[in-house]
């Protein structure tokens, strides 16, 4: 069962949009268990997720080798090949997104509801300094193996 937590974990990864993590922890459960096409599904979405289409194709197929009926992996290699006979032909820069800026008093903290204009603004401190919030992430290795 080693191989369905690489995989659960990999889903995890790709939802939360940590493509690297993602394409790694699919990677090792196809190492963990090369006869799992589900495995092969993972990781050819998880490389279709980050770009690397030739490399999703490659999965797709060798997932198809092992499991040649499964539904997912037919539609995946689909998607892969048509992703990449459309992909442009030169590296596009990553856009860098910046969170939108807080209205003033929309604060829950110090004073909130009152006429304190020092109001600490949501996920910030009292110094205008942003909160840092780790992200938690769950396996629930039940009798579903889901994620949650």
Same mark, same amino acid.
């Given at each position: 069962t080693q191989h369905v937590y690489f995989s659960n974990r990999s889903a995890a990864y790709l939802g939360l949009g940590k493509? !690297?993590?993602?394409?790694?922890?699919?990677?090792?459960?196809? =190492? =963990?268990?090369p006869t799992w096409g589900k495995g092969f599904s993972r990781?050819?979405?998880?490389?279709?997720? *980050?770009?690397k289409f030739a490399e999703a194709v490659s999965a797709f197929a060798q997932g198809l080798a092992?499991?040649?009926?499964?539904?997912?992996?037919?539609?995946g290699?689909?998607?892969?090949q048509a992703?990449?006979? *459309?992909?442009p032909v030169? !590296? *596009? !820069? !990553?856009?860098?997104?910046?969170?939108?800026p807080v209205p003033s008093g929309a604060g829950a903290g110090v004073?909130?509801?009152s006429d304190d204009t020092t109001a600490?603004?949501?996920?910030?401190?009292?110094?205008?300094?942003?909160?840092?919030?780790?992200?938690?992430?769950?396996?629930?290795?039940?009798?579903?193996?889901s994620c949650v």
């Open positions: 493509k !690297k993590k993602a394409v790694a922890d699919a990677r090792q459960c196809t =190492v =963990v268990n990781l050819g979405a998880a490389l279709v997720a *980050s770009g092992v499991d040649p009926t499964n539904a997912q992996l037919t539609a290699l689909a998607q892969a992703a990449l006979g *459309s992909a030169t !590296k *596009s !820069k !990553k856009k860098e997104v910046t969170p939108p004073g909130a509801g600490t603004p949501p996920g910030g401190e009292e110094d205008g300094t942003p909160k840092v919030i780790e992200e938690i992430m769950g396996i629930d290795l039940g009798t579903t193996y």
